[in-house]
C-alpha cells in the first residue's frame, strides 16, 4: 500500500494540516485555534479533523510553534503538552514529531528533543526547498511573523536555531499580514495634509491594513478583529483611523485606503532590510531567487521585483494535483514540507535532505 501521511503545523492561534496522499498533496486544511486559551483548544482542532478524515490511515508529521504562547511557563512545558495532547488525542495513529536537522523521531524521544522540536516549522519549508532547488532564498509570511533563510548547494545555511538567535540574525522578522499591531510597523503617517505619529494601542492590527488594500485572503482571515466588529471594509479603516486619533466618516475612505498603502510601504521596507542585511552578510549572488511561501507572499512578489531577484512561489515545487478546499499548498508551507519530508525519509532512511 502506498504510505500515506498528514503533516501537522502547530501554531499558537492556527492549526494547518495538509494530506499527502502517496503521490501529491491533496488537501489543505486550517484551523482557528487560539492555544493560549489553553490546551483544549488544540482538543477541539484534532476533533474536527478526525471528522474529517479517518487519521488511522495516515503516518501523521507534527511540527509546531504553539509552544510559544503564555499559556505555558516555558517552551519546553509547550512542547510537552502538545506532544501529550497529539498522542493522546491520536492514540492509535503512528506519529512523529519534526527535530529540524536530526531529522523525525517518535513519541519515546520527543520529550528529550524538545529544544529541536519548539519552533522547528520554517526549518521544515526550507529542508523541503533544498530539495528542490540548488539555491534560494526562502521566504514566508504568515499571520503573525517572517522566516527568511537561505538555500546554497541544496543546503539551508540558517545563521540561526533559536528564535533569540534567528531575531539578531534577521532570519525572523516579528511582522505578518493578520495578527501584527501597527504601530511595530511604523511610528507616523500622512493623513490627508498632515503628517500624523500613531498611537501606540492595540486598536488596529495588519489584517486591517490588508482589508483595505484588498490583498488579504478571505480563508486566512479566522480570528476577531481587535473591536470584536466586522471585517468590511469601511470597519477596517475606523479601526486604522484610531491608530491616528481620528474618527472615521465613510466620505474619508479614500484617505485610509491611501493610509494603508503606506503602512503596506513600511512593512515591505521592513522585510527589505532584513533581506539586504542578510544579503550583504552572506554576499548572496543577484541571480539566487526568491521563493515565497504564506499567506502573506503577495508582498514578497513586491520585494523580489524591487530587490531585482527572481520570484518563485512555493507551490510551484510540488508536482501538481487538484486541491479541493479554498487553501494553496503555498498558505501552508510547513505542513505540507513535514508530510513530503516524513514520506521522503520513509523511503530513504538512509538520508534525511
Not at 483544549?40 to 484534532?46: A, G, Q, Y
Not at 476533533?47 to 508529521?61: Q, R
Not at 475612505?253 to 494603508?260: D, F, L, N
Not at 527572481?310 to 513535514?338: H, M, N, R, W
Request: hydrophobic letters at 40%; glycine letters at 6%; proline letters at 3%.
Amino acid at each position: 500500500m502506498q504510505p500515506k501521511a498528514i503533516g501537522w503545523d502547530i501554531g499558537g492561534a492556527h492549526v494547518k494540516i495538509a494530506i499527502h496522499d502517496g503521490k501529491h498533496i491533496t488537501q489543505i486544511y486550517q484551523f482557528e485555534c487560539p492555544l493560549w486559551k489553553g490546551i483544549d483548544e488544540l482538543s477541539s482542532c484534532i476533533h474536527e479533523v478526525k471528522n474529517l478524515i479517518n487519521v488511522l490511515d495516515y503516518t501523521h508529521a507534527v511540527t509546531m510553534t504553539g509552544e510559544l504562547v503564555d499559556h505555558f511557563e516555558n517552551r519546553e512545558q509547550g512542547v510537552r503538552a502538545i506532544i501529550s495532547e497529539i498522542s493522546t488525542r491520536l492514540s492509535k495513529a503512528d506519529i512523529k514529531f519534526y527535530a529540524g536537522s536530526i531529522g523525525f523521531v517518535g513519541l519515546e524521544s520527543a520529550i528529550a528533543e524538545h529544544s529541536n522540536i519548539a519552533s522547528a516549522n520554517w526549518l521544515a519549508s526550507a529542508h523541503y526547498t533544498a530539495m528542490k532547488m540548488e539555491d534560494a532564498y526562502f521566504i514566508d509570511i504568515g499571520s503573525t511573523t517572517t522566516d527568511i533563510v537561505e538555500v546554497r548547494d541544496h543546503r539551508v545555511l540558517n545563521s540561526g536555531i533559536t528564535d533569540e538567535q534567528r531575531l539578531i540574525a534577521k532570519e525572523l522578522v516579528y511582522c505578518g499580514v493578520v495578527r501584527t499591531p501597527i504601530f511595530a510597523i511604523c511610528n507616523s503617517a500622512q493623513v490627508g495634509d498632515k503628517n500624523v505619529p500613531i498611537i501606540n494601542e492595540y486598536f488596529a492590527n495588519t489584517a486591517d491594513v490588508y482589508r483595505l488594500t484588498d490583498e488579504l485572503p478571505g480563508h486566512a482571515d479566522l480570528g476577531n478583529t481587535l473591536d470584536g466588529r466586522n471585517k468590511d471594509k469601511i470597519n477596517s479603516a475606523k479601526r486604522l483611523a484610531r491608530m491616528f486619533a481620528n474618527d472615521f466618516k465613510k466620505e474619508d475612505i479614500s484617505k485610509w485606503e491611501k493610509v494603508a498603502m503606506q503602512v503596506r510601504t513600511h512593512q515591505v521596507q521592513m522585510l527589505k532590510d532584513a533581506c539586504r542585511h542578510q544579503f550583504m552578510n552572506k554576499k548572496v549572488p543577484l541571480t539566487t531567487p526568491m521563493v515565497g511561501a504564506g499567506v502573506g507572499r503577495f508582498l514578497i512578489k513586491d520585494l523580489a521585483h524591487q530587490l531585482g531577484r527572481q520570484y518563485i512561489d512555493f507551490d510551484e515545487l510540488f508536482a501538481k494535483s487538484a486541491i479541493d478546499t479554498e487553501f494553496e499548498i503555498g498558505d501552508c508551507a510547513p505542513a505540507a514540507a513535514v508530510a513530503c519530508l516524513l514520506l521522503n525519509a520513509q523511503n530513504k532512511p538512509d538520508k534525511f535532505a
